[in-house]
C-alpha cells in the first residue's frame, strides 16, 4: 500500500512518522501545491504513484481536485466550515473517477463526528447532537480556530439551517479532565454540516468551540501574537439526545488529546482502511457512517487519545 502525505506541519509530519511505523505501508511525502508550480524549472520533477494521499496543509480544495481527477482517493483534514462546504462541492468529481473523499478526517471535524456516531448508537431516535471543543494543533490549525468565532456559524434546527453569528450562544460547558469546564460559544465549524447527512431526521445539531470573553474581542482582529508551533493538550465533547426503549435519554461522551497528535492518528486511520479496501465509498462524505465506530476508536487509542463517558448518578 502506497500513501502520500502533503503538508509538512504538526499533521502532516506526525502523519508520515505513523504510516512508517508500518511494515506493509510506503510513505512519501508529496510536493505541495506551491512546488508544483515550480514543476517547468525543476528536472526529473515527477509525483510517485499512490493509492491514497493526505492532505494536511492550509488550503485543500485544489490539491483534492488534481488527485481525484486522477482516481486517487484523498483524506482531507481541513477543519474550516468554508473549506469542508468546497470539497464535499467535490463530490461529483470524485464519483465520475470512482474516488474517495473522505472531509473532515481529523480532531474536530473526524474524531469527534465518530464519537457522535458511537454515542448515538444506543438510541432508536436521535433527537440532538451538540458537540463543543477546545485546543488546537499547528499553526495553521490555531489560526483557522481564532477566525471561526467571526465566521457565520450552521446550526441545523426542525428541518432546516439556520444561520448564527459566531461568538454568540454562550454556553458553560465541561470538558473531561484536565480541562474541565469553558465557556463555549457557536462559531463556524463543520460538524453539524458532516453530521447532518448522516442523521437527517435529528431535530438540531449544533457544534460550538471554548471561548473566553478575550477570544470573542480579539477574535475580529488579526493574530497579533504568532501562535506556537503546536498547541496543548484539546478536548472534544459529544452529548447525544433522543430515544431509547421509547424514553427520553442522553449519553455525553468526550476525548482529550493533543489535536495535532489526534487529528495525525484519525487520518493516517482512514487512509489505512481506504488503501487496504475496508473502507469503500464514492464520492466525498465525512467519516460519520462511514466507519465502525467501536474499532476506529480502538485504533486511534493507541495513539495517545484518551476517551471518556459522563455517568451521572440519582442524588
Known amino acids: 500500500m502506497h ?27 508529496l510536493a505541495s501545491d506551491h512546488r508544483k508550480r515550480l514543476r517547468p524549472y525543476l528536472r526529473n520533477f515527477r509525483q510517485p504513484a499512490v493509492d491514497v494521499v493526505i492532505l494536511a496543509t492550509p488550503q485543500q480544495v485544489s490539491s483534492a481536485a488534481q488527485y481525484l481527477a486522477q482516481g486517487v482517493s484523498v483524506v482531507a483534514t481541513a477543519d474550516s466550515l468554508n473549506e469542508v462546504e468546497n ?16 472531509v473532515g478526517a481529523a480532531f474536530s471535524p473526524g474524531l469527534s463526528c465518530v464519537l457522535a456516531v458511537k454515542a448515538a448508537g444506543d438510541f432508536q431516535l436521535v433527537e ?17 480556530y481564532h477566525r471561526s468565532l467571526r465566521q457565520r456559524a450552521l446550526e441545523w434546527r426542525d428541518g432546516s439551517w439556520r444561520t448564527r453569528s459566531g461568538g454568540s450562544g454562550r454556553e458553560l460547558c ?14 463556524g465549524l463543520a460538524e453539524p454540516l458532516l453530521l447532518q447527512a448522516a442523521y437527517p431526521r435529528a431535530r438540531r445539531i ?26 496543548g493538550v484539546g478536548a472534544v465533547r459529544v452529548e447525544v439526545r433522543g430515544r431509547k426503549s421509547g424514553e ?10 493533543r489535536p495535532g497528535a489526534a487529528a495525525a492518528a484519525v487520518a493516517v486511520e482512514t487512509a489505512l482502511r481506504l488503501g487496504s479496501g475496508e473502507l469503500v465509498c464514492e464520492g466525498a462524505a465525512g467519516l460519520a457512517g462511514l466507519v465502525d465506530p467501536h474499532s476506529f476508536l480502538r485504533s486511534v487509542r493507541a495513539n495517545g487519545v484518551s476517551f471518556w463517558r459522563y455517568e451521572g448518578a440519582a442524588l
Open 128 to 144: 440532538e447532537i451538540h458537540l463543543t471543543r477546545t485546543g488546537t494543533g499547528g499553526r495553521a490549525c490555531a489560526k483557522s
Open 87 to 102: 470539497l464535499l462541492a467535490l463530490d461529483s468529481l470524485a464519483r465520475a473517477n470512482k474516488a474517495c473523499l473522505i
Open 174 to 187: 465541561w470538558f473531561p479532565d484536565p480541562i474541565g469546564p469553558v465557556d463555549c460559544c457557536l462559531a
Open 3 to 29: 500513501i502520500g502525505v502533503i503538508g509538512k506541519g504538526v499533521v502532516g509530519g506526525r502523519a508520515i512518522r505513523l504510516l512508517r511505523s508500518h511494515e506493509d505501508v510506503t510513505a512519501t511525502e
Open 248 to 257: 427520553p435519554s442522553q449519553t455525553v461522551l468526550g476525548a482529550v488529546a
Open 206 to 231: 449544533v457544534a460550538r468551540r471554548a471561548a473566553r470573553r478575550q477570544d470573542r474581542w480579539t477574535s475580529k482582529f488579526p493574530m497579533l501574537t504568532p501562535p506556537p508551533a503546536e498547541g
